[in-house]
């Protein structure tokens, strides 16, 4: 267990359902990532937060998408209108800024779109 | 070409045996390197990380690092059944501030006993 939480674990929607997802980075982490993960490949960037301001957004990161990290601490990801490709773990990890740059994942939230 | 790339496997080595992993990347500007181990329907899990050129020894595992040849690889001594799972090399990136971590696809290993 790296500290890190999300939550929920699995969930399973319908297509062109919204649904969130929420991760609690390790309390004095102030950078937080989120990524997305298909079978057979590695992580994927999404985008990412220095406290409460989202720094950075990959090109992934579709309009349906909306991450936020309110007070720059748990951090919530929503997908609107979800698609049968948005099937992955979604990932989160967390770092503090200044340390090596290590980043510890969280469990992940496995999403199935039916 | 993929900015991180390791033989996707699988890999199969005998217990007790050495096993060997190895990534490239092609951001010369790379500062950062980790291997982590993901189990299935697991989320990574950090094993070493690796800023220096050269090899970083922490028990069985070994990360050995050729920035002039943006090589990095890991071998695990003494394999065991416990160590079978994939492989994630990651290398930090400088795409803007955000200094996040580009992923390779991951090397299936499989230790037999």
């Known amino acids: 267990d790296t500290g890190v939480s999300q939550n929920p674990r699995h969930k399973i929607t319908k297509r062109g359902q919204n649904v969130t997802f929420r991760c609690d980075p390790i309390?004095?982490?102030?950078?937080l990532y989120w990524y997305r993960q298909t079978l057979g490949q590695g992580p994927e960037f999404l985008t990412y937060?220095?406290?409460?301001?989202?720094?950075?957004k990959s090109r992934l990161l579709s309009d349906r998408f909306s991450a936020e990290r309110p007070k720059g601490s748990f951090s919530t990801l929503e997908i609107q209108r979800t698609e049968q490709g948005d099937s992955a773990m979604y990932l989160c990890?967390?770092?503090?800024?200044?340390?090596?740059?290590?980043?510890?994942f969280g469990p992940g939230t496995r999403l199935t779109v039916l | 070409q993929k900015e991180v790339e390791q033989n996707s496997g699988p890999l199969s080595v005998p217990e007790g045996a050495i096993a060997s992993l190895n990534c490239t990347y092609s951001?010369?500007?790379?500062?950062?390197f980790f291997w982590y181990r993901q189990y299935s329907g697991k989320s990574p899990e950090l094993i070493m990380f690796?800023?220096?050129?050269g090899d970083k020894e922490d028990g069985r595992f070994t990360a050995q690092l050729n920035k002039a040849s943006q090589y990095v690889s890991l071998l695990i001594r003494d394999s065991q059944p416990s160590d079978s799972a994939t492989y994630l090399c990651?290398?930090?990136?400088?795409?803007?501030?955000?200094?996040?971590?580009?992923f390779g696809s991951g090397t299936q290993l499989t230790v037999l006993p």
């Open positions: 990890a967390s770092i503090r800024t200044g340390s090596t740059d290590t980043q510890y």
């Open positions: 309390s004095e982490h102030n950078r």
């Open positions: 937060f220095q406290n409460e301001a989202q720094l950075e």
């Open positions: 951001d010369r500007g790379s500062q950062s």
């Open positions: 690796i800023y220096s050129n």
């Open positions: 990651a290398v930090n990136t400088n795409s803007g501030s955000a200094r996040q971590l580009t």
